[in-house]
T-cell receptor, first 118, second 113 residues
Framework: AQKVTQAQTEISVVEKEDVTLDCVYE???????LFWYKQPPSGELVFLIR??????QNEISGRYSWNFQKSTSSFNFTITASQVVDSAVYFC???????????????FGKGTHLIIQP | NAGVTQTPKFQVLKTGQSMTLQCAQD?????MSWYRQDPGMGLRLIHY???????DQGEVPNGYNVSRSTTEDFPLRLLSAAPSQTSVYFC????????????FGQGTRLTVV
């Protein structure tokens, strides 16, 4: 069965520091998709990134970057020069099989609560 | 474009009452699903549907029923509410196929007293 582990329950840093959120996954499928979602204090879920199992290229989007390593089954998320607006709960999630869209069954980690102090 | 719409946003039920959480999407997505979010537990899949007339159970289906009579709607029914069903419920939808992601509704905060 699939599993996603986010070992960091809560992280607190001072604004402008870099911070990395860890995500380790387990799956028996060779085709799978990994996601990161952000949940700000307002409660909605905001999609950040999707990565399929055949694409190990790291990705950068502004201050956000993602490091996907199949050898260690990890999909870590780094925020560079953190800002107070980055304060949120961040979820890593896994979807197995080709469908990969997620609404037929995402497995979520328990989330990391990120606190950015001014 | 409304996306995924959930109603109501907040609800308080007494133990034993029944209710339906509504979910509608206007993106013509084949896939829809319901999750519950509890503190420290992340989101867990309750039920999902891969198309009209087709539903299946997720990780935590007990106490919930679903049906999918149209592509747009995917209601979640609590037949006899219990305090253990106090949670935040999210509905999601997506296209079939790997090159997409799930779109989530705003959530329904349900309290069972």
């Amino acid at each position: 069965a699939q599993k996603v582990t986010q070992a960091q329950t809560e992280i607190s840093v001072v604004e402008k520091e870099d911070v990395t959120l860890d995500c380790v996954y387990e799956t028996r499928d060779t085709t799978y998709y990994l996601f990161w979602y952000k949940q700000p204090p307002s409660g909605e879920l905001v999609f950040l990134i999707r990565r399929n199992s055949f694409d190990e290229q790291n990705e950068i989007s502004g201050r956000y970057s993602w490091n996907f390593q199949k050898s260690t089954s990890s999909f870590n998320f780094t925020i560079t020069a953190s800002q107070v607006v980055d304060s949120a709960v961040y979820f890593c999630a896994l979807s197995e099989g080709y469908s990969g869209g997620g609404a037929d069954g995402l497995t979520f980690g328990k989330g990391t609560h990120l606190i950015i102090q001014p | 474009n409304a996306g995924v719409t959930q109603t109501p946003k907040f609800q308080v039920l007494k133990t034993g009452q029944s209710m339906t959480l509504q979910c509608a999407q206007d993106m013509n997505h084949e896939y829809m699903s319901w999750y519950r979010q509890d503190p420290g537990m992340g989101l867990r899949l309750i039920h999902y549907s891969v198309g009209a007339g087709i539903t299946d159970q997720g990780e935590v289906p007990n106490g919930y029923n679903v049906s999918r009579s149209t592509t747009e709607d995917f209601p979640l029914r609590l037949l006899s509410a219990a305090p253990s069903q106090t949670s935040v419920y999210f509905c999601a939808s997506s296209y079939w196929g790997g090159n997409t992601e799930a779109f989530f509704g705003q959530g329904t905060r349900l309290t069972v007293v």
